[in-house]
């Protein structure tokens, strides 16, 4: 009898113990533990009513004795069955390498799963767990968000037992089933809502979400904040605390490339679940001897809708990106920029300009020395053809009228083959080797239809804007047009290159995931041709299907053999000038969304501040060389942001201020601004020409003076931009086509504009107006009768400078019709003032 009363005993016990529960609650999350024989397992996870995905609760520890090996010892291949990464691609092996060790894919060390031992309710809003090893001991304090309902904080701590190498892994609070995926995003490396059939494409180029629970660097996680969205529409969210990461620049040299943080989209064992590992397994910082501690804490987000919204939570209520916009001062104007540069292009000297014979043809460009195939130092290119014509135009300079625009053009006429054969139409390349006289790609001999719309149909598109009578250029933009035609498949694609000798088609393991149908649309727009506007719309059609809906980008620089770069946020402005052609919000959606996904290649992380740095021996404060704010030229695993940060080229900045208009969200202004404002330590004060990656700091235009044209023109097109959206559309001028390759920044100057119902032509007057506050732009604009000037406020409270204009007559504030005299000026934040001299 006492046997059996024993036994009922522990049975009660048994039953007692794992009904046993703790509950933490608001009026959003409704969080429930309940102990069981493994441990205080995670029962219940709401949001609202809204069960969320499998609760389970289970903690990853990963430990090893010795250092893991840092050399990849796994072999991957291409979609088309041939060995990954091609050894032509040289910038890229050694990033796979660092992709592919044991430590990046997940598979080093010993992991340890459990769940915790011991829980305790410390209030309504807060609970700790614990648990003990031989390893180590932990602590787990669970915090609910008392600002944010749908977050929840959480602390580990660990003291180690034993000497080894330690990292300790957000718990998987839930597990998400692979076929209840709605989207999910790493920001700065992928996003997507199917998992990847190739890891080469998953994981070297962000198409699909990868296959393995493999972790993801500092440098290139945009925003610190993975997010899967299910097919209910509750998105879920890791988000480490501000800080955890590396500071890419400590003290005085470039950390660029440390590595403290991992994130990753699965948890060890392979599961669907958001997770943090801190510190990162090999790492210095994972090196611990007994009694040393881990300590991190992190949140859960959860809210109702889609990732984007759990994006924009991170990056502007955890990480304070528009609260770090107050930082942001200039030491000279955008304006003065544009002004001194001018000058800068006019210098042979200085800005490499060349002169060279081609075929009996004078053909004129500038050196680029950055890495081309077959070059010895002799490659020459130009930029941007709608800064150049819209500069000579605006200014009336004749030394570009007369020694530039004639060589440049002709170096367009050289580039296009106009013989018959396979290529005829197409562009032969984007380089001129002077020494062998030839045209050639980046990096091989191959022509693609990329290159056709770039360096043909957008380059004479955009000449033509302000050449129109010029029939030479409309009989060569009808024969490149032609030629997309034929290279457009019966669905709406286009290859991604052709092989100049066998014309067999080239990069088959990927697709062209690119604007190429852009081309087509310059030619309806310039020869009006109906056929060309219903071809251009069935490749926007297949791109939307195949690219924007499902997160799946290729880029355009071939030296990274495509990784996925700014042709991204160009693909947006591409399918808004379809919208504004065609009236059908389908592209209008599909522009927004794009622009949405390139926003997570905008780095929000780490948080600046003004902590003083050292950069090559000069005083900087922390937000000056801040990477927060900049855009990737390509991220991911294989980009060149992982080695030289992102870029000062902010094409994007114009057409953000535009998605800002269209839609209201304020992300896209708020970094609009902060890639355009302050940037003034990475500018050459000689030249006012900034340096193109970030980890240079100041080096000017370096081995790219050709980027100094980009430079006018993405910087034209940002401060327009602001002018049409601060004024209402009073302020409005005509935008032309974008320019080839690095973005979506357009032309103008080309066809008057209107300024409050008044015509008018923009001008580059220098000299015409003086001001001596940097954050005040000023934008110039004439017709017969009047002379306009257009203040621009690029912060966010009001300033104040002397505003000195040197013509003659009556000045006019045109809002408010009042007469200005003296020479003060104030604008309130982010304001705009017009005046007008008559």
């Given at each position: 009898m006492k046997k059996i009363n024993l036994v009922i005993i522990c049975l009660l016990y048994s039953l007692w113990a794992h009904t046993q529960t703790i509950t933490l609650a608001n009026r959003q999350l409704h969080i429930v533990w309940q102990q069981a024989k493994e441990g205080w397992k995670l029962k219940e996870l709401r949001l609202g009513n809204q069960p969320v995905a499998n609760p389970s609760g289970e903690y990853t520890l990963l430990y090893a004795t010795d250092k893991p090996?840092?050399?990849?010892?796994?072999?991957?291949?291409?979609?088309?069955?041939?060995?990954?990464?091609?050894?032509?691609?040289?910038?890229?092996?050694?990033?796979?390498?660092?992709?592919?060790?044991?430590?990046?894919?997940?598979?080093?060390?010993?992991?340890?799963?459990?769940?915790?031992?011991?829980?305790?309710?410390?209030?309504?809003?807060?609970?700790?767990?614990?648990?003990?090893?031989?390893?180590?001991?932990?602590?787990?304090?669970?915090?609910?968000?008392?600002?944010?309902?749908?977050?929840?904080?959480?602390?580990?701590?660990?003291?180690?037992?034993?000497?080894?190498?330690?990292?300790?892994?957000s718990p998987t609070a839930v597990v998400i089933d692979k076929q209840d995926v709605s989207w999910a995003v790493m920001p700065g490396y992928f996003q997507g809502n199917e998992f990847g059939q190739n890891m080469v494409n998953s994981y070297a180029y962000g198409q699909g979400i990868p296959a393995m629970?493999?972790?993801?660097?500092?440098?290139?996680?945009?925003?610190?904040?993975?997010?899967?969205?299910?097919?209910?529409?509750?998105?879920?969210?890791?988000?480490?605390?501000?800080?955890?990461?590396?500071?890419?620049?400590?003290?005085?040299?470039n950390t660029h490339q440390v590595w403290q943080l991992a994130l990753s989209h699965m948890n060890r064992k392979g599961q669907l679940a958001p997770t943090v590992y801190y510190p990162v397994l090999g790492e210095p910082a994972s090196l611990k001897k007994q009694g040393d501690k881990i300590d991190y804490g992190y949140r859960y987000s959860l809210q109702k809708g889609e990732w984007y919204t759990l994006l924009t939570h991170a990056v502007n209520d955890i990480y304070g990106f528009k609260n770090a916009l107050s930082l942001r001062r200039n030491k000279q104007s955008l304006t003065s920029r544009v002004a001194h540069m001018h000058h800068y292009l006019l210098d042979r000297k200085t800005s490499l300009w060349n002169i060279v014979d081609f075929n009996g043809l004078s053909i004129g460009g500038q050196s680029y020395l950055g890495g081309v195939v077959g070059s010895k130092g002799d490659a020459i290119k130009n930029a941007d053809y709608g800064a150049m014509w819209m500069l000579a135009r605006t200014s009336g300079d004749q030394f570009l009228k007369d020694s530039v625009l004639p060589y440049a053009l002709n170096f367009k006429l050289a580039q296009q083959q106009t013989g018959p054969g396979f290529f005829q139409g197409a562009a032969t390349g984007q380089y001129y080797l002077s020494k062998r006289k030839m045209f050639t790609e980046e990096w091989g001999e191959f022509?693609?239809?990329?290159?056709?719309?770039?360096?043909?149909?957008?380059?004479?598109?955009?000449?033509?804007?302000?050449?129109?009578?010029?029939?030479?250029?409309?009989?060569?933009?009808?024969?490149?047009?032609?030629?997309?035609?034929?290279?457009?498949?019966?669905d709406g694609s286009w290859e991604v290159a052709y092989d100049r000798d066998s014309h067999a088609p080239l990069f088959t393991d990927i697709e062209d995931l690119r604007p190429t149908f852009y081309g087509?649309?310059?030619?309806?727009?310039?020869?009006?041709?109906?056929?060309?506007?219903?071809?251009?719309?069935?490749?926007?059609?297949?791109?939307?299907?195949?690219?924007?809906?499902?997160?799946?980008?290729?880029?355009?620089?071939?030296?990274?053999?495509?990784?996925?770069?700014?042709?991204?946020?160009?693909?947006a402005q591409a399918l808004l000038d379809l919208y504004d052609l065609t009236h059908d919000k389908k592209y209008r959606d599909a522009a927004i969304r794009t622009g949405r996904m390139y926003l997570t290649s905008i780095y929000t992380q780490p948080v600046p501040d003004r902590k003083i740095k050292t950069v090559k021996g000069v005083a900087r404060e922390d937000w000056q060389i801040s990477q927060a704010g900049l855009s990737f030229e390509h991220g991911g695993i294989i980009g060149s942001a992982n080695g030289a940060g992102p870029i000062m080229l902010c094409s994007h900045a114009g057409m953000f201020v535009r998605l800002f208009q269209l839609t209201g969200d304020s992300l896209f202004i708020e970094m609009a601004r902060a890639a355009a404002i302050g940037r003034d330590a990475f500018v050459d004060p000689a030249t006012s020409v900034a340096t193109y990656y970030w980890n240079a700091m100041n080096k000017g235009a370096g081995p790219y003076p050709?980027?100094?044209?980009?430079?006018?023109?993405?910087?034209?097109?940002?401060?327009?931009?602001?002018a049409q959206l601060r004024s209402g559309n009073q302020v409005v001028f005509p935008r032309g086509f974008v320019t080839p390759k690095v973005g979506p920044h357009e032309s103008y100057g080309f066809a008057p504009g209107k300024i409050y119902g008044q015509d008018a032509q923009l001008i580059a007057q220098e000299g015409l107006v003086e001001c001596d506050h940097p954050d005040i732009e000023y934008i110039l604009a004439k017709n017969e009768k009047s002379t306009f000037v257009i203040l621009l406020n690029d912060v966010g409270e009001e300033v104040k400078g002397q505003l000195k204009i040197n013509a003659k007559g009556q000045v006019t504030d045109l809002v408010t019709g009042r007469r200005v005299s003296g020479t003060d000026v104030a604008l309130e934040a982010y304001g705009i003032k017009v005046l007008m001299i008559q």
């Open positions: 090996a840092d050399i990849a010892d796994v072999h991957f291949e291409r979609a088309d069955g041939k060995p990954w990464p091609d050894t032509a691609y040289h910038y890229q092996i050694n990033a796979w390498k660092q992709a592919t060790t044991p430590v990046a894919l997940n598979t080093a060390g010993e992991a340890i799963h459990f769940y915790p031992s011991g829980a305790k309710q410390l209030s309504p809003t807060a609970v700790v767990f614990t648990w003990t090893s031989a390893l180590a001991v932990m602590t787990a304090t669970w915090t609910l968000d008392d600002q944010y309902e749908g977050d929840v904080r959480v602390n580990l701590q660990l003291q180690c037992k034993k000497a080894g190498y330690y990292s300790l892994a629970p493999v972790l993801y660097r500092e440098r290139c996680a945009s925003t610190f904040c993975p997010v899967i969205t299910t097919k209910e529409q509750v998105s879920f969210a890791v988000i480490p605390d501000p800080g955890l990461g590396r500071d890419p620049w400590e003290a005085d040299h022509v693609e239809p990329i290159s056709l719309t770039y360096y043909v149909m957008l380059d004479i598109g955009n000449i033509l804007l302000f050449e129109p009578d010029n029939d030479t250029l409309k009989q060569r933009l009808a024969l490149g047009a032609s030629q997309l035609l034929r290279w457009q498949k019966p087509l649309m310059v030619a309806y727009r310039i020869l009006k041709d109906p056929q060309y506007l219903q071809a251009a719309m069935r490749g926007a059609d297949w791109f939307i299907e195949h690219a924007v809906n499902k997160g799946h980008f290729i880029g355009v620089c071939g030296d990274a053999r495509y990784a996925p770069d700014f042709a991204t946020a160009q693909s050709h980027h100094a044209w980009w430079q006018i023109g993405w910087i034209t097109d940002y401060l327009l931009s602001e």
